[in-house]
């Protein structure tokens, strides 16, 4: 039943390559099925086998009591860009693809497949950020992300050779401490290229701040909490040989430098794009602080995650809508606007503040 998650948007998106304009029509309902199978699962904890191989060897689909809530953000995020002003039509089939893949990522629970998902969801972020003739910043991307997917994709095969297993569950049981820890460098790496976190993420702020409307809130909201999760869950699960310290001293340059950076941009863009950084930065020092228990530190840092994820997606959606219709008196995009900011800065009384108390 869960395979529906990746299935049936996958289908809806080849079926309307050649009728892009009815993707319109289409994602909201693909976004709208997916969030009501999620809601009718009562107890969110499956685990499926395809093709009845056995999970240390086969493609399993897991959905659990941790990813059950990524899964209905993400497709929640999807459903709310089909149905915003920022949508266009030609990016349909594309979003019903990153839809599958989103779901896929979030969902399977082996090596191999998860490097797949990312190479798709990699493949439409390369498309959205060339839109608006945005070619040195999609390229610029297209260099970090080849190099991401290689450095995955050789972590993944040590894995394979050290542990016999591209299971997560197995991997980092079977698999000596040391080959686990160069294996799980490069996958450390590969993820932090696509997480932003700098100077591994410098292809952002033109990305984010020249592609189409779309691209800003599809990458800085639905992509970056998918991908969050995929990195928790190896890094947690799999890597725990691994030295987080490096991470932790890596993110907190990372959030030092995006604050000075988004301070002195000159455009709203830019400065929403290194705010984006900055996010991202302060949930990978938080899961990579190992301050405190992995159930506490984690639950803290997807806190966090999700309200800069929601603050995100209004802010680069009012962006994008007043970028395309023009700066004009709006009271109601200023006051989302307004409230998504200062939730974002972490006001008393907002969710911004009580996921910033958590993580202190």
């Known amino acids: 039943m869960i395979a529906l998650l990746i299935a049936v948007p996958l289908a809806f998106g080849f079926a309307t390559v050649a009728f892009p304009k009815l993707s319109r029509y289409i994602l909201p309902f693909v976004a709208l099925f997916n969030l009501v199978l999620l809601l009718g699962f009562v107890h969110p904890t499956q685990v499926t086998e395809i093709g009845k191989w056995p999970a240390a060897y086969g493609i399993v689909l897991v959905l659990d009591n941790v990813n059950y809530p990524f899964l209905i953000f ?214 990579s602080s190992g301050a405190f228990g992995v159930e506490t530190i984690a639950s803290a840092a997807y806190l966090y995650l999700f309200n800069e994820a929601i603050s995100m997606f209004i802010l680069f959606t009012i962006y994008g809508y007043l970028n395309h219709k023009g700066f004009k008196n709006n009271s109601v995009a200023g006051i989302a606007f307004s409230l998504a900011s200062i939730s974002l800065i972490g006001f008393p009384l907002t969710a911004g503040f009580w996921a910033k108390i958590n993580l202190l």
Do not use: C, H
């Open 74 to 287: 993400v497709n929640l995020v999807l459903f709310a860009l089909s149905i915003s002003a920022t949508y266009e039509d030609k990016l349909g089939v594309l979003l019903l693809v990153l839809t599958a893949a989103l779901n896929g990522l979030l969902l399977t629970g082996d090596f191999f497949n998860s490097f797949v998902f990312l190479e798709i969801i990699a493949a439409v972020a390369y498309v959205l950020a060339s839109q608006n003739k945005n070619s040195y910043a999609a390229f610029k991307y297209l260099i970090f992300g080849s190099v991401a997917g290689i450095l995955y994709l050789i972590g993944v095969v040590s894995m394979y050779v050290y542990a016999g297993t591209l299971n997560m569950a197995y991997a980092g049981f079977i698999a000596s401490p040391e080959y686990v820890q160069v294996a799980g460098i490069l996958i450390v790496i590969a993820l932090l290229v696509e997480l932003k976190i700098l100077p591994l993420g410098l292809w952002a702020p033109d990305v984010y701040s020249n592609g189409s409307t779309v691209t800003p809130v599809a990458l800085g909201s639905a992509i970056t909490v998918a991908i969050f999760y995929l990195f928790s869950r190896i890094f947690f699960n799999v890597l725990e040989p691994v030295k987080p310290m490096p991470v932790y001293i890596l993110s907190l340059i990372s959030i030092a430098f995006a604050q000075l950076a988004a301070m002195k941009q000159k455009t709203l863009g830019r400065t929403l794009a290194y705010a984006s950084i900055a996010g991202a930065s302060t949930v990978m020092a938080a899961l």
